[in-house]
């Protein structure tokens, strides 16, 4: 079974400042997709991000932007000027297309946003 | 829209008593997902169903059983509810296909089992 590991447990960052959140796979596959899902204290799961592997263009979205190494199986995300509201548990999933539907989390990223 | 809703919000349950965690999408998304979520462990998955009428086990199964009547059903019950099962379960759902294949969640429902 693919598996997702994000080794930073915690991470802070200063208001407006930027911080990258590493994750890496690990899979035989050529063709999947990767996620970077947010979780505020809320509890409710955001979608923040998505990368299709067969595309080499990093995915991109506002102030969040993802660096994709697929030879070295590795999705981190990038968070530009960050804000209060950015502090949250982050997720990285990897959604294998050989195995049915299946997702495969990450142990998450708790991101802490000093003021 | 309402997406996925799931209910109850939180319960506690006594050791040994059997509960059922309900969960409805109104997207009509073919996939649908059962997780649970415990502190430094993640999401885990239970249960999922690629389709109604079909089944299958994720990572951690015992315990837990599923079914899937229609499309837009997915409940997922505890036969005899264990300490161990106190969590926060997430259900979710998916298109198999295209390019907005994400999986979206519902709200969560924390159980406590004593």
């Known amino acids: 079974a693919q598996t997702v590991t994000q080794s930073q447990p915690e991470m802070s960052v200063q208001e407006a400042e930027t911080v990258t959140l590493s994750c890496t796979y690990d899979t035989s596959e050529s063709d999947y997709y990767l996620f970077w899902y947010k979780q505020p204290p809320s509890r409710q799961m955001i979608l923040v991000i998505r990368q299709e592997a067969y595309k080499q263009q990093n995915a991109t979205e506002n102030r969040f932007s993802v660096n994709f190494q697929k030879a070295a199986k590795s999705f981190s995300l990038k968070i530009s000027d960050s804000q209060l509201g950015d502090a949250a548990m982050y997720f990285c999933?990897?959604?294998?297309?050989?195995?049915?539907?299946?997702?495969?989390f990450g142990t998450g990223t708790s991101l802490t946003v000093i003021p | 829209t309402a997406g996925i809703t799931q209910a109850p919000t939180s319960q506690i349950l006594a050791a040994g008593r059997s509960m059922t965690l309900r969960c409805t999408q109104d997207?009509?998304?073919?996939?649908m997902y059962w997780y649970r979520q415990d502190l430094g462990l993640g999401l885990r998955l239970i249960h999922y169903?690629?389709?109604?009428?079909?089944?299958g086990k994720g990572e951690v199964p015992d315990g837990y059983s599923v079914s899937r009547a229609n499309t837009d059903d997915f409940p997922l019950t505890l036969a005899s509810a264990v300490p161990s099962q106190t969590s926060v379960y997430f259900c979710a759902s998916s298109l198999d296909r295209g390019p907005y294949n994400e999986q979206f969640f519902g709200p969560g429902t924390r159980l406590t089992v004593l």
């Open positions: 999933a990897y959604r294998s297309l050989d195995t049915g539907n299946q997702f495969y």
């Open positions: 169903s690629n389709t109604a009428g079909t089944t």
């Open positions: 997207m009509r998304h073919n996939a």
